[in-house]
């Protein structure tokens, strides 16, 4: 069965008390296992991390590349600032799917760039809990084409 890295980068851990407004109010937990149970339904191992470490997020890609046949990143605040990110995105060349909750274009404009967009397969943001989930579906759409 595949296994997917499900990452979630800084501040996410506060999800359900940070900016509900923004965010909404579900959990990470709860986010984790809506993915969880998503993955069983499309036959994919889902493994999730969070981070509030930009050092941590890149030991996680990196040892990605040694079990996980794609990831599902919401990179936090580091989307808009971090070359180390997207240099261990390119590095370990898995499908990368960047996943935000809030529609950053509609945000403050300094969250209008992200540094890692280019080196992903996709990008969805804006949606909630289902940025992450149709990630999913679409990270598993992608490794089922490769393999046939
Ligand atoms: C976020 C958007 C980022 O701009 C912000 O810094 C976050 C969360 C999102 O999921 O909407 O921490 O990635």
């Known amino acids: 069965m595949p296994s997917i890295l499900v990452l979630h980068g800084p501040?996410?851990?506060?999800?359900?008390?940070?900016?509900?407004?923004v965010y909404g109010t579900l959990t990470l937990d709860e986010?984790?296992?809506?993915?969880?149970t998503l993955g069983r339904e499309l036959g994919l191992d889902v493994r999730c991390m969070q981070s509030n470490h930009e050092g941590a997020l890149i030991d996680a890609l990196h040892d990605a590349r040694l079990w996980a046949a794609g990831v599902v990143?919401?990179?936090?605040g580091y989307t808009h600032t971090s070359v180390a990110l997207r240099d261990a995105i390119t590095a370990i060349s898995l499908p990368v799917i960047e996943v935000h909750l809030s529609n950053v274009h509609a945000r403050e404009e300094f969250r209008h760039h992200s540094m890692i967009s280019a080196v992903c397969t996709g990008t969805i943001s804006g949606l909630g809990v289902q940025s992450y989930l149709l990630a999913l579906r679409g990270l598993s759409e992608k490794i089922r084409a490769a393999a046939a």
Request: aromatic fraction near 4%; proline fraction near 10%.
């Open 73 to 76: 990143f919401n990179p936090g």
């Open 31 to 36: 986010i984790n296992q809506q993915l969880t």
């Open 11 to 21: 501040n996410l851990n506060l999800l359900g008390l940070r900016e509900p407004g």
